[in-house]
C-alpha cells in the first residue's frame, strides 16, 4: 500500500501565489511519474502538471508559465508551486504517484486532495 499526504492548499486573493506539497509513503522501491491533477465543481479531474523521475514535466496549457512541478526523489515528495494564480485555478487539488513496490507490485495512487480557493 502507497499513502499519498498532501499539504498547502488554502484561499487566496488573484495573483498570489501557493506552494503544494504532497509525500508518498509505504511499500515503495521506485516511485515513477508523480503529479497533479485538479477537479472543479461540475467539470471532470484534469491534469495539472506531471513529472518523471528523471525531472521531465508536462504542464497544462492554463498553467504554463504560471506553475512549476519538482520532486526532492530521496522524500519521495513532489511539489506544486502556483504563482499568478486566477479564480479559475479553484479546485480540489489531487495528488498522483505511479510506484512499484519491493514485490514488483505497481500502483497508482491518490491523495485525500487539498482545496484551493483564489478570489477575484
Known amino acids: 500500500q502507497v499513502q499519498l499526504v498532501e499539504s498547502g492548499g488554502g484561499l487566496v486573493q488573484a495573483g498570489e501565489s501557493l506552494r503544494l506539497s504532497c509525500a508518498a509513503s509505504?511499500?515503495?522501491?521506485?516511485?515513477?511519474?508523480m503529479g497533479w491533477y485538479r477537479q472543479a465543481p461540475g467539470k471532470q479531474r484534469e491534469l495539472v502538471a506531471a513529472?518523471?523521475?528523471?525531472?521531465?514535466?508536462n504542464y497544462a496549457d492554463s498553467v504554463k508559465g504560471r506553475f512549476t512541478i519538482s520532486r526532492d526523489n530521496a522524500k519521495n515528495t513532489v511539489y506544486l508551486q502556483m504563482n499568478s494564480l486566477k479564480p479559475e485555478d479553484t479546485a480540489v487539488y489531487y495528488c498522483n504517484a505511479q510506484t512499484i513496490s519491493w514485490s514488483q507490485r505497481h500502483f497508482a495512487s491518490w491523495g485525500q486532495g487539498t482545496q484551493v480557493t483564489v478570489s477575484s
Open positions: 513529472i518523471t523521475s528523471g525531472g521531465s514535466t
Open positions: 509505504g511499500s515503495i522501491f521506485i516511485t515513477n511519474s
